[in-house]
């Protein structure tokens, strides 16, 4: 049996008459990564700011680590790292003194401060930059800053809501794998919410929240089986026996000329059919279904609306 | 202990780092004096030493003022974000609170400060004894007055608001506490509101204490307007320490609870469209 790290049961929050979370339940295991993914307003990060004890939930049953969010606020608070979506460092400050303050509010022991720092500092590429205002740097160092705060005191469950957004696509890829080097090495159990589908496919587990409930829950893979479709195109002298036998294994497909686009689920389907046609097959082009398709599926509209 | 300290070092790092706070205090404290120099010589009250007697009074407003300044910090932390890293932390709440109710008492403690060394050269008397007691006295004004700071910044939540709010408080408590114009001098009218401005005992106590005046009769103390006659009451300079003392401890307690209220950071979220 594997360890829940977050168990979400019957969560529910409004504010006013307004529903932002309307009866979710779900859990994430130990040393997963999971994915929370919706459009602006979802309740995507009401989901996190209950879950990391700075809001109250209105009912329902949240745990990090078996320890209740509104009950043992400081267990749990001890067990978690959170780089929210908006900046919380303080820019007057250096960089080290940020995580040096840091430390102190999680009781990082004394003699291991300086190490933990070095660390971190050097998981995300800046150790050059430890005696830097926070606020002389740009952006997307920022952003890193934050990660490495949160991480320095060696949290069991890292938060990351939209950790990445407004980075230019190297930083982010850069960040990613930062992310996914510490969470190897410590093993360390990762939610986080994000508008880019690229980032929800190395996840373990995906959940899509629209409207403030859960929609779908599966793994990427899993997902796009239901909802995306894989498609060939392949082009071929054997036309007519190439249509026939596609109508025979009840396979969608469009035809012009000597080309076909033919929608694909198993990879086995793939591998038949370029075996057989193997010899008048002039050119092939597989188009993976993605993430960005299943969530067009389920909830109707685009990530970035 | 350590969040606490850690949270006070880092107040205290941010103001010695923004020198221009420290400079406009000391201006203003400056300004004050010059003005009411004058006014206080043109009344024409028999005062023994006019000067001292001014400058006690700026000295503990300084502080007051300082305090309550001071806890603008945490709005800016809360509009920073970086008020949500404290809440997040595993930090008892009463932890936070003190940690800034203290630092916000050793900044305006230390303003004060800066004021009884300019005081000293003028002519001001300061012994051992009477100068432990002017810095107890001035880290009570500062602990009570931080502590309804941040009580009044974690209501009004918004910077605008509350410095609108400490503006309508400031101007007339000050005025009418006998800090800057002596009480003797206030009409009568406003006498009411004079008794009734917690001002009003912090300036007479911390006189009562810098200008040396612990072998006055009663008479003579509210004759320089350091005791009260309310109909027929006197109020002391001790009972006014007293009194200082509840207040503090009921803004600090109303603080804790605040902060221990999770719903603290909501005004950031409503902002975004609660999201």
Same mark, same amino acid.
């Given at each position: 049996?594997?360890?829940?790290?977050?168990?979400?049961?019957?969560?529910?929050?409004?504010?006013?008459?307004?529903?932002?979370?309307?009866?979710?339940?779900?859990?994430?295991?130990?040393?997963?990564?999971?994915?929370?993914?919706?459009?602006?307003?979802?309740?995507?990060?009401?989901?996190?700011?209950?879950?990391?004890?700075?809001?109250?939930?209105?009912?329902?049953?949240?745990?990090?680590?078996?320890?209740?969010?509104?009950?043992?606020?400081?267990?749990?608070?001890?067990?978690?790292?959170?780089?929210?979506?908006?900046?919380?460092?303080?820019? #007057?400050?250096?960089?080290?003194?940020?995580?040096?303050?840091?430390?102190?509010?999680?009781?990082?022991?004394?003699?291991?401060?300086?190490?933990?720092?070095?660390?971190?500092?050097?998981?995300?590429?800046?150790?050059?930059?430890?005696?830097?205002?926070?606020?002389?740097?740009?952006?997307?160092?920022?952003?890193?800053?934050?990660?490495?705060?949160?991480?320095?005191?060696?949290?069991?469950?890292?938060?990351?809501?939209?950790?990445?957004?407004?980075?230019?696509?190297?930083?982010?890829?850069?960040?990613?794998?930062?992310?996914?080097?510490?969470?190897?090495?410590?093993?360390?159990?990762?939610?986080?919410?994000?508008?880019?589908?690229?980032?929800?496919?190395?996840?373990? #587990?995906?959940?899509?929240?629209?409207?403030?409930?859960? %929609?779908?829950?599966?793994?990427?893979?899993?997902?796009?089986?239901?909802?995306?479709?894989?498609?060939?195109?392949?082009?071929?002298?054997?036309?007519?026996?190439?249509?026939?036998?596609?109508?025979?294994?009840?396979?969608?497909?469009?035809?012009?000329?000597?080309?076909? %686009?033919?929608?694909?689920?198993?990879?086995?389907?793939?591998?038949?059919?370029?075996?057989?046609?193997?010899?008048?097959?002039?050119?092939?082009?597989?188009?993976?279904?993605?993430?960005?398709?299943?969530?067009?599926?389920?909830?109707?509209?685009?990530?970035?609306? | 202990?350590?969040?606490?300290?850690?949270?006070?070092?880092?107040?205290? *790092?941010?103001?010695?780092?923004?020198?221009?706070?420290?400079?406009?205090?000391?201006?203003?404290?400056?300004?004050?004096?010059?003005?009411?120099?004058?006014?206080?010589?043109?009344?024409?009250?028999?005062?023994?030493? !006019?000067?001292?007697?001014?400058?006690?009074?700026?000295?503990? *407003?300084?502080?007051?003022?300082?305090?309550?300044?001071?806890? *603008?910090?945490?709005?800016?932390?809360?509009?920073?974000?970086?008020?949500?890293?404290?809440?997040?932390?595993?930090? /008892?709440?009463?932890?936070?609170?003190?940690?800034?109710?203290?630092?916000?008492?050793?900044?305006?403690?230390?303003?004060?400060?800066?004021?009884?060394?300019?005081?000293?050269?003028?002519?001001?008397?300061?012994?051992?004894?009477?100068?432990?007691?002017?810095?107890?006295?001035?880290?009570?004004?500062?602990?009570?007055?931080?502590?309804?700071?941040? $009580?009044?910044?974690?209501?009004?939540?918004?910077?605008?608001? $509350?410095?609108?709010?400490?503006?309508?408080?400031?101007?007339?408590?000050?005025?009418?506490?006998?800090?800057?114009?002596?009480?003797?001098?206030? !009409?009568?009218?406003?006498?009411?509101?004079?008794?009734?401005?917690?001002?009003? $005992?912090?300036?007479?106590?911390?006189? $009562?204490?810098?200008?040396?005046?612990?072998?006055?009769?009663? /008479?003579?103390?509210?004759?320089?307007?350091?005791?009260?006659?309310?109909?027929?009451?006197?109020?002391?300079?001790?009972?006014?320490?007293?009194?200082?003392?509840? *207040?503090?401890?009921?803004?600090?307690?109303?603080?804790?609870?605040?902060?221990?209220?999770?719903?603290?950071?909501?005004?950031?979220?409503?902002?975004?469209?609660?999201?």
């Amino acid at each position: 049996m594997t360890n829940k790290s977050i168990e979400v049961v019957n969560f529910t929050k409004k504010f006013g008459s307004f529903t932002a979370v309307d009866n979710i339940s779900f859990d994430v295991e130990e040393g997963s990564v999971f994915a929370f993914l919706g459009p602006n307003g979802a309740g995507k990060s009401t989901t996190i700011n209950t879950l990391c004890t700075i809001q109250e939930k209105t009912e329902g049953e949240l745990r990090i680590n078996g320890n209740d969010v509104t009950h043992q606020k400081d267990s749990v608070r001890k067990d978690i790292g959170i780089v929210f979506q908006e900046s919380t460092l303080d820019g #007057k400050l250096t960089v080290d003194e940020n995580l040096r303050l840091h430390c102190d509010f999680y009781k990082v022991p004394n003699e291991k401060v300086n190490e933990r720092i070095a660390f971190a500092l050097e998981l995300v590429d800046l150790a050059d930059w430890k005696k830097a205002p926070v606020e002389s740097l740009s952006g997307g160092m920022k952003r890193r800053v934050e990660i490495a705060r949160g991480v320095v005191h060696f949290p069991k469950i890292l938060f990351l809501d939209e950790p990445t957004t407004g980075l230019d696509p190297q930083t982010r890829a850069n960040v990613w794998d930062y992310i996914l080097k510490l969470q190897k090495q410590e093993h360390i159990t990762i939610f986080l919410t994000t508008h880019y589908m690229d980032e929800a496919e190395i996840c373990n #587990k995906v959940a899509i929240i629209d409207h403030g409930k859960i %929609v779908a829950h599966d793994t990427p893979s899993d997902l796009k089986k239901q909802y995306a479709t894989t498609t060939m195109k392949i082009k071929t002298s054997r036309g007519d026996d190439f249509a026939k036998y596609i109508t025979e294994h009840k396979l969608t497909y469009q035809r012009e000329n000597h080309s076909f %686009v033919v929608h694909v689920t198993t990879i086995e389907d793939v591998l038949e059919i370029t075996s057989l046609f193997r010899e008048s097959i002039e050119d092939i082009e597989i188009n993976k279904g993605t993430l960005n398709e299943v969530f067009i599926a389920i909830t109707g509209k685009e990530i970035r609306e | 202990m350590r969040p606490i300290k850690a949270i006070i070092m880092r107040n205290l *790092m941010k103001f010695v780092r923004d020198r221009m706070r420290l400079f406009f205090t000391l201006l203003m404290s400056g300004l004050f004096l010059f003005i009411f120099s004058f006014a206080t010589k043109s009344i024409g009250i028999n005062l023994a030493h !006019p000067m001292n007697y001014l400058i006690s009074g700026i000295i503990i *407003m300084t502080v007051f003022q300082t305090s309550l300044n001071n806890s *603008m910090s945490i709005l800016e932390d809360i509009s920073s974000g970086f008020m949500k890293e404290i809440l997040v932390a595993p930090i /008892a709440r009463w932890q936070i609170a003190t940690g800034q109710v203290v630092s916000s008492m050793i900044i305006s403690t230390l303003q004060g400060l800066i004021i009884i060394v300019v005081g000293i050269f003028i002519g001001l008397d300061v012994d051992f004894i009477h100068g432990i007691l002017m810095i107890a006295l001035m880290c009570l004004v500062g602990l009570t007055f931080s502590s309804l700071g941040l $009580y009044l910044a974690s209501i009004t939540k918004e910077s605008a608001n $509350y410095q609108l709010l400490v503006t309508l408080l400031v101007l007339p408590l000050t005025f009418l506490s006998g800090a800057y114009i002596p009480t003797m001098a206030l !009409p009568k009218m406003v006498a009411p509101i004079v008794y009734l401005n917690p001002l009003t $005992y912090t300036t007479s106590a911390f006189r $009562y204490v810098s200008l040396h005046m612990e072998n006055q009769s009663t /008479a003579e103390l509210i004759a320089s307007g350091v005791a009260f006659n309310i109909n027929g009451f006197i109020m002391t300079p001790a009972i006014g320490v007293v009194l200082i003392m509840a *207040m503090g401890a009921v803004f600090f307690t109303l603080c804790v609870k605040k902060f221990s209220d999770a719903d603290f950071s909501r005004v950031k979220v409503f902002k975004r469209g609660r999201r």
